[in-house]
T-cell receptor
Framework: DAKTTQPPSMDCAEGRAANLPCNHS???????VYWYRQIHSQGPQYIIH???NNETNEMASLIITEDRKSSTLILPHATLRDTAVYYC????????????FGAGTTVTVRA | EAGVTQFPSHSVIEKGQTVTLRCDPI?????LYWYRRVMGKEIKFLLH????????ESGMPNNRFLAERTGGTYSTLKVQPAELEDSGVYFC???????????????FGPGTRLTVL
């Protein structure tokens, strides 16, 4: 029942922006896009979420296309500590508490 | 503010034995969730508590798994008897409530790695 599609892996140079794509072509009007990441041997960590407007916080920016069928997570200045598996999850903010983690994108930041 | 804590961090038991995992959510969080990742698979939802009540246990694999949250604070997940296929990492998460978009973010603990031999 995967609702999102992400590339399995990507590399990024330290200090450069990392742009992580996610396709969610079947997203419904009241579903949000959430991004979590899992650094090795840690629990998943919330990054950001949005509905239709672009969002930015201290960790990342989230760009959602106008038709909402895809989005991009941007890590503005990737560091080695950003190496992790990144998960794009589509979920209702209310009454849909189950997070469905897919395979995610394994991001490797290289010095 | 302390995050979600889980105990133990690792557990190695033999098939047929019993193991109890504990999760302490962030103070004040009414919602508590259990997830697990078995070897080679994706992270899957197990169940959800609202305070001491089980809201949804649809992800529990079978009746060898029993979750409790007495008093609406910490939660335990007991596996009895453990089988080989139960090996994996068990994550606990908590969130404040559904009343505010900003408050339903789930915060995860570091997980308990369970190995059944």
């Amino acid at each position: 029942d995967a609702k999102t599609t992400q590339p399995p892996s990507m590399d990024c140079a330290e200090g450069r922006a990392a742009n992580l794509p996610c396709n969610h072509s079947t997203i419904s009007g009241n579903e949000y896009v959430y991004w979590y990441r899992q650094i090795h041997s840690q629990g998943p960590q919330y990054i950001i979420h949005g509905l239709k407007n672009n969002e930015t916080n201290e960790m990342a920016s989230l760009i959602i296309t106008e038709d909402r069928k895809s989005s991009t997570l941007i890590l503005p200045h990737a560091t080695l500590r950003d190496t992790a598996v990144y998960y794009c999850i589509v979920s209702l903010a209310f009454n849909d508490y189950k997070l469905s983690f897919g395979a995610g994108t394994t991001v490797t930041v290289r010095a | 503010e302390a995050g979600v804590t889980q105990f133990p961090s690792h557990s190695v038991i033999e098939k047929g034995q019993t193991v109890t995992l504990r999760c302490d959510p962030i103070s004040g969080h009414d919602n508590l969730y259990w997830y697990r990742r078995v070897m080679g698979k994706e992270i899957k939802f197990l169940l959800h508590f609202v305070k001491e009540s089980k809201q949804d246990e649809s992800g529990m694999p079978n009746n060898r798994f029993l979750a409790e949250r007495t008093g609406g604070t910490y939660s335990t997940l007991k596996v009895q008897p453990a089988e080989l296929e139960d090996s994996g990492v068990y994550f606990c998460a908590s969130s404040q409530d559904f009343a505010s978009l900003l408050k339903d973010t789930q915060y995860f603990g570091p997980g308990t790695r369970l190995t059944v031999l």
